[in-house]
Structures are given as C-alpha cells and as structure tokens.
C-alpha cells in the first residue's frame, strides 16, 4: 500500500515554544491530508483537513492560530503547535488521500510532550 | 453530521475463539465507506477491512469479515480463529465522497492465551 511518513515521531519541547510535524507521502501526491489528535486510551479526533494549495478547513473547536496547517505540494503537509502548553501534549497522526482513492494511508503518528 | 457508535468499550476472547466488534453509524448519505481499523500498541494505523455501502456482499480478509446491515445502519467485525497478535484497539470508521474519515470511541480487544 502507499506509504505515510511522519516526522518527527516523538518531540520534547518547553511551554511557548512552537512544534512543526511534518507529514510526507512517500509513493503518490496527497491532494488531501487530514490532521488528527489522539489522547490517551481514546479516539482519532479530526483536526482539519488540508488540500493542496489551500487554506485547510478546521474542525469546530480547534485553534486555527494555535495549529497552523500547511500544505504547499502534493507530498508535504505540516502541522505547527505554536505557543505550545503542557494541554497540547498530545498523539497527532495524519493521514492522506490521493485522487480518485477511496481509501486513506495513515502516517506512523507523532508524540508531542509539552513541558 | 456523520457518528460512529461503537457500544464495546472493552472486550475479551480467548485464543483460537471467535469474537464480534459492534459499529453503528448514522447518515442521510447513500454512498460511502466503512472501515476497520487496528492500533496496536505501536499507535500505528492499521486497515483490517473496508466495505462500499453500494456493495451488498458482506467484505471478507482472510479471518476477518464484516456483517454489513445497510437500512440498520450496522457494520460489526467478525474475527475467527482469534491470534494474540489480534489484541489491539479496534476502531469503526466512516468515510463519504469528501473523504474525511471519522471515527468510532474504539474497543478495546484482548485475545487470551
């Protein structure tokens, strides 16, 4: 199946500081990326959803100053936790479509641990 | 908008057994996806099976089948001859024409030696 790649897997940071994820699709162009948070023991919640060379479209309840998505080519999509807070700490996973696709590959994930 | 209710927060079977995953979802759509999925403690994202609403034949993979009840609105997992390597969460999902994935709470799967 097509590959997701998400980096960094694991990141550390102090409180204010910003994060950037990076989700890249390896063998074919995303033209939509979806961003997900996961808490412990619980649910994939939608974030946003990202297509290429637009503005994503944020979930109802999410910060869209406080998690900047980009998506700039049919490969690279990044998610920013800017002014990150110990609430941010959190599993993010995110996920792409290609055209004419009914399916979804989903990046390894990625653990942010806010201090 | 789409829900997933998946009714199991937890579930257990013993080795060699068969085990039963319940998902309902609601929708006012005529065509679209159903999916499972499986995270195992590695937090990755695994497709167990898939089924297109437009499709009558219940989706079958190897040990795993899904009992699809489109007018219920109900797509269970079926899981025969149950491995440990099955313990995992298990997760229902649901996808339209837009693509975006959303997702049941998840049940929790332990396979018993």
């Known amino acids: 199946g097509a590959v997701v790649s998400q980096h960094p897997s694991r990141v550390i940071c102090k409180s204010g500081t910003s994060v950037k994820i990076e989700c890249r699709s390896l063998?074919?162009?995303?033209?939509?990326m979806f961003w997900y948070r996961q808490f412990p023991k619980k649910s994939l919640m939608l974030m946003a959803t990202s297509n290429e060379g637009s503005k994503a479209t944020y979930e109802q309840g999410v910060e869209k100053d406080k998690f900047l998505i980009n998506h700039a080519s049919l490969t690279l999509s990044t998610l920013t936790v800017t002014s990150a807070h110990p609430e941010d700490s959190s599993f993010y996973i995110c996920?792409?479509?290609?055209?004419?696709?009914?399916?979804?590959?989903f990046g390894e994930g990625s653990r942010l641990t806010v201090l | 908008a789409q829900t997933v209710t998946q009714s199991q927060p937890e579930m257990s079977v013993q080795e060699a057994e068969t085990v039963t995953l319940s998902c309902t979802y609601d929708?006012?759509?005529?065509?679209?996806?159903l999916f499972w999925y499986k995270q195992p403690p590695s937090r990755q994202m695994i497709l167990v099976i898939r089924q297109e609403a437009y499709k009558q034949q219940n989706a079958t993979e190897n040990r795993f089948s899904v009992n699809f009840q489109k007018a219920a609105k109900s797509f269970s997992l079926k899981i025969s001859d149950s491995q440990l390597g099955d313990t995992a969460m298990y997760f229902c999902a649901f996808m339209k024409h837009d693509r975006v994935m959303r997702f049941g709470a998840g049940t929790r799967l332990t396979v018993k030696p």
């Open positions: 063998d074919f162009q995303a033209t939509t």
């Open positions: 996920s792409a479509t290609g055209a004419n696709t009914g399916e979804l590959f």
């Open positions: 929708t006012s759509e005529n065509n679209y996806y």
